[in-house]
């Protein structure tokens, strides 16, 4: 589905982005994966896209440090000669009750969750508006759509991101740019596995498919929205949470 295609991929060394990463790969397409410092997948992944005719390349940089950060995707962009698709996978959480949560703790989240999206997205943008072509795909959340208590400052930045989705997306489209959405539900990653037992059952309670989802369950998405079989969709939010926003 994504033959002959270049994407680049952040927060791409665990959980959800790499079995992106993966999906894509095994798809076909050259994906260049972006985290934070030197990652142990880098090799699994090498050799994956070895295996499937292809090939992926690890770069890293902050995505707190927005100079840092333009930097390395300006390399990427000129080595990769330019992207089909870009996945703003990359996000924390830092959370805690409005009345008591640090500033710190407020900015980091914004400037990782929301404006490194903006970064990242204005350099492959522009390149992308250039060559008439390409599809952006920012990972949202539910609690972007609805809100979480202990998390203002993940949920403002996921809401942010999706208010940010659906401009990028009416500013690009006449130049042939799509730009969409995920919303993940409760997805079983490193996360969601650092929330306690009482409240990880509640979510599920909440299922009406009555389980969590998997990494796999999101990547599926994106494939979807990076290949031609989106072509007349954009500034959408998908919603790929077992019903639980419903």
Same mark, same amino acid.
């Given at each position: ?5 270049? @994407? ?9 982005? $790499? ?6 790969? &095994? ?10 410092? +030197? ?40 080595? /990769?000669?330019?992207? =089909? ?25 914004? =400037? ?16 992308? #508006?250039? $060559?008439?072509?390409?599809?952006? #795909?920012?990972?949202? /959340? ?6 979480? %208590? ?11 991101? #999706? ?14 740019? $799509?730009?969409? @959405?995920?919303? +993940? ?14 409240? $990880? ?6 299922? +009406? ?5 998997? +990494?796999?369950?999101? &990547?599926? &998405? &994106? ?11 954009? %500034? ?11």
């Amino acid at each position: 589905m994504l033959k002959n295609k270049k @994407a680049l991929v952040t927060g791409s060394s665990r959980g959800i982005g $790499r079995k992106i990463v993966e999906l894509f790969i &095994a798809n076909g397409a050259e994906v260049w994966g972006l985290c934070s410092r +030197p990652s142990d997948a880098r090799g699994e992944l090498e050799a994956l896209a070895a295996e499937k005719g292809t090939a992926f390349h690890e770069i890293c940089a902050d995505c707190a440090d927005a100079a840092a950060l333009s930097e390395t995707v300006k390399a990427a962009l000129s080595e /990769s000669g330019g992207f =089909d698709v870009l996945v703003n996978n990359a996000g924390i959480t830092k959370d805690g009750l409005s009345f008591r949560m640090k500033l710190e703790d407020w900015q980091k989240v914004l =400037d990782i969750n929301l404006t490194a999206v903006f970064v990242v997205s204005q350099i492959v943008s522009n390149d992308m #508006i250039h $060559r008439k072509s390409g599809s952006i #795909i920012n990972m949202t /959340s539910i609690v972007g759509l609805h809100g979480g %208590a202990g998390q203002v400052n993940y949920s403002a930045s996921k809401a942010g991101l #999706i208010g940010y989705t659906k401009s990028l997306a009416k500013e690009v489209a006449a130049r042939g740019v $799509r730009v969409n @959405a995920i919303a +993940p539900g409760y997805v079983e990653t490193d996360m969601t596995k650092a929330v306690n037992e009482k409240a $990880r059952e509640g979510w599920l309670q909440m299922i +009406p498919l009555k389980r969590a989802g998997q +990494p796999e369950d999101i &990547a599926n &998405a &994106a494939l979807f929205l990076a290949s031609d079989m989106s072509t007349y969709i954009t %500034a959408q939010v998908l919603g790929v949470d077992g019903g639980m926003g419903a």
